[in-house]
């Protein structure tokens, strides 16, 4: 008997480290892929489509970007993302929106500055007519 509780307890200890996303995680994920990639290439085409017109960006610094400004920013090389690692990813499905958490090493070259960021992400999704799309972005600095 003691050996069945133990195997039950290894077993439903496991359950809790290794939960698999959702088919809706795995959207919210692929999104987020995509638009980190865009951000990289100052991507017009796929900015425009992921991010949501309603788009409140929370930069570190305290600056609150609307969906253009962000765009523009990017394509003029005022925001210039060279490379940007994400880590710590954790995506919560909740209904029609998604909470997305992760941390960022970013290179940047921001109005041709070189510098190093690294940041603590909340990224804010909501699902329009099928499609995952960035409501709303805030960052703070990390050590």
């Known amino acids: 008997m003691k050996k069945i509780l133990m195997i039950a307890a290894i077993f439903l200890a496991s359950l809790s480290f290794s ?6 995680e795995t959207k919210v994920a692929n999104v987020v892929e995509a638009y980190r990639k865009a951000m990289i290439d100052a991507d017009k085409n796929v900015l425009e489509k992921i991010v949501d ?5 929370g930069h570190s610094g ?5 969906k253009a400004h962000l765009i523009e920013t990017l394509l003029n090389g ?5 490379t940007m690692d994400v880590s710590e990813q954790s995506i919560q499905v909740v209904g029609k929106t998604a ?19 690294k940041l603590s992400v909340l ?11 960035l409501l709303a972005r805030q960052a703070v600095k990390i050590p």
């Open 19 to 24: 939960k698999a996303q959702s088919a809706e």
């Open 53 to 57: 017109d309603q788009l409140s960006y």
């Open 62 to 66: 305290g600056n609150i970007e609307t």
């Open 78 to 82: 005022d925001s210039d993302f060279k």
């Open 99 to 117: 909470i997305v958490r992760h941390k960022i090493f970013a290179e940047t070259n921001n109005r041709g500055v070189p510098a190093t960021v």
């Open 123 to 133: 990224l804010v999704f909501h699902k329009v007519k099928g499609d995952w799309k």
